[in-house]
């Protein structure tokens, strides 16, 4: 397998981080898990792969697990310009260039140590691991953070942050192998094999000649980006509505065509606007209204309006006058639908779309007046700094 790491990885006071218990075992005096590093030592050449890691024992479990590495140089939080940078490295012939750098750690991967031991603290002090966020949590103390990350199969990481009233970030990450290399050949075609991604994800594969062309229309969620749902993982302990302020309640995962390891957070939040209110509180704080373009979706979004109360939230969907017809205010195209029994209904009064309850677990699409004033599902990705409050006409 090849093995997860972490996207991006900073200094931070008062924040600390680590490795899921579930994901690596301590070593117990074994000599040959024992890394021989050279210190101050950089293996030039030969790069194979990036990663990110916060110290050398963990770069080098990433190289022992990683197929095509033969050796790697690791830089640490002391380096200027490549913090935390895991450079992989191959070479058939085993030849290694050394040449002294300071805050540099080069050395071999451990072959007989088994591919889940290390040889050092899964605890980091001081250090933030960034992005890949599929819950944020409120837990007392680190401890808890940690025990709740090793108890859940599905985490690989998390970041604990008092300083952030307590906030536990729960991660995981699907590091995808590259090809040893791409070139255009016309009529083939080639692609990432679906085995990692179950039923989840949607693809679709690109002839070398419609590569070639611009693609001008693809203008979702912002920034060309087409939304795939990772599992839900909605935790039941974490807030609910009515406390202040949004709440997380789920994560999925986002492509984009600049980024494929896009973390997207949705937020039900609890105050009671008008739809046109709401998108352009939406694109003030975060970063634009939810869209719904699979039944993936529409089952994370279901349970988030079964976690609250009154009619429905209001959602990015909105009828067109002149047309009649029902769009998604970033143009997602309306493929995907989940009307209920008689919607749409009445568009010259209710040109605004809801998620509402069918039935005492049925979440379906409903259509509502406009002025009605209803909680609503907004959306930020984590890609996206900068909030632009575009007002809705």
Known sequence: ??????????????????????????????AECEPQFELDTNFLQNDWEFAMAPNAEYCELICRNNPHCNFFSFFTGASDTKSFQCILKKNVTGDVNRVSQPNV???FPLQKCPSSMICAETIYRNISFEGNNYSIITT??????????????????????????????????????????????????????????????????????????SDTSSTYWTTSIIME??????????????????????????DTSENPDVIFTVYLVDELKTWTEAINYCRCHYTD????????????????????????????LRNHRMSDTWYWINQLPLNYTKWGEGEPSNPLIHRCGMLGL??????????????????????????????HCISYP
């Open 1 to 30: 397998m090849l093995w997860p790491y972490p996207s991006a990885i900073s200094v931070k006071e008062n924040t600390d981080s680590g490795i899921s218990l579930s994901l690596v075992k301590q070593c117990e005096n074994s």
């Open 105 to 107: 750690i080069s050395g």
């Open 140 to 213: 007392s103390d680190f401890q808890t953070c940690q025990s709740t990350c090793g108890n859940d199969s599905f985490c690989h990481f998390y970041t604990y942050g008092p300083s952030k009233q307590n906030n536990c970030a729960l991660k995981h990450v699907m590091n995808i192998p590259l090809p040893e290399g791409i070139a255009i050949k016309n009529g083939l075609t080639s692609g990432f094999s679906l085995s990692r991604c179950g039923s989840l994800r949607t693809t679709t594969t690109t002839s070398t000649e419609e590569s070639k062309k």
């Open 229 to 254: 749902v990772l599992p839900t993982h909605i935790d039941p302990t974490s807030s609910t509505i009515g406390t202040p302020g949004p709440t997380i309640a789920a994560s999925v995962k986002i």
């Open 289 to 316: 209204m939810v869209s719904i373009s699979s039944e993936m979706l529409q089952m994370v979004m279901a349970e988030l309006v079964l976690k609250t109360t009154g009619p429905g939230v209001w959602i990015g």
């Open 358 to 387: 069918n039935g005492p677990q049925d979440v379906v699409w409903k259509t509502a007046c406009c002025s009605m004033k209803l909680r609503f599902l907004c959306f930020n990705s984590s890609n996206i700094f900068e909030k």
